[in-house]
């Protein structure tokens, strides 16, 4: 009787959806991303290609979430996204244009809503799921990047900023302040996300290579911006920044180097310049 139903299972028809999000966790976000920006280094290669005990321990997990960007959010190296809303994702006004910006749109919005649209029982072949698994997460980065822009997604985001889960500023005088997900593109493809310091004003690459990784148009440009502007509390007071002076003065046996004598250095004449004097001829 059981090897029956083993055979009954064995010969079903594989439904795309189901396992395009078992898969989607085997490939990077960013795969066909170029450039220096985007260069994965051989242990995040081999990350990626995970093993088939791996393999399996997904296929165990995945039916534990209630849907496709609950398991997509709590893959490692994720951990930026915050989990859009069903209803966001189901508006096609939200989705307005998106669908010249990527491949397959209609099958990878398909996984995206767990095969509530009638393309769920078509069957594809094994190089098109691989198109569509690599689409919806693309479909879904986008779509991220206008969600958090919302009341809803900033909120989401609130939370995630608060618990640090973007990392701190490396810049030893900001003294571990949270740093916020910028894109330095809108557009797919062009350049990895990076982490945008509110107290320095100034950007950083994410300190995991996995973050790295990841596409910055999925972040957007504008996003970190117009969550300080919306919670200006979160915000450090630039006068008083600029006040404390926090900034690294470099010394030369606990002297501070005087600007005449960095200027007569890079002139490339010979001899050295005093604070009170220059060299002639």
């Known amino acids: ?38 260069s994965m280094s051989q242990s995040d290669s081999s990350m990626s290609s995970s093993d088939g005990s791996q393999h399996e321990e997904l296929e165990l997990d995945f039916d534990e979430y209630p849907s496709w960007p609950a398991w997509f959010c709590s893959i490692k190296g994720n951990e930026f996204f915050c989990e859009v809303d069903e209803d966001y994702i189901s508006d096609g006004f939200n989705l307005s244009g998106l669908a010249s910006q990527v491949p397959l749109y209609d099958y990878a919005l398909d996984v995206l809503t767990d095969g509530s649209h009638a393309l769920k029982h078509e069957v594809l072949s094994a190089g098109e799921e691989a198109q569509v698994e690599q689409s919806a997460q693309v479909l879904y980065g986008l779509i991220h990047a206008r969600y958090i822009i919302t009341a809803r997604g900033m909120s989401r985001m609130l939370e995630k900023f608060k618990a640090c889960d973007f990392g701190r500023c490396p810049r030893v005088m900001c003294h571990g302040q949270p740093c916020l997900p910028v894109g330095l593109s809108d557009v797919a493809r062009q350049s990895a996300v990076k982490l945008f310091c509110p107290r320095c004003e100034d950007i950083y690459y994410p300190r995991s290579g996995t973050h790295g990784n990841v596409d910055g148009a999925f972040f957007g440009t504008t996003f970190p911006h117009l969550f300080l502007m919306t919670f ?14 926090e900034s690294y003065v470099p010394k030369v046996f606990g002297f501070k180097i005087s600007p005449l004598a960095v200027n007569a250095g890079s002139s490339g004449k010979s001899g050295t310049a005093g604070v009170g004097g220059s060299n002639k001829g």
């Open 1 to 38: 009787m059981e090897s029956q139903q083993e055979e009954e299972r064995r010969g079903r028809t594989p439904d795309p959806v189901g396992s395009s999000r078992e898969r989607a966790a085997l490939g990077p976000l960013v795969a066909n991303m170029t450039g220096p920006d985007h």
């Open 232 to 245: 200006p509390s979160l915000r450090p007071d630039r006068k008083k920044v600029k006040e404390m002076a």
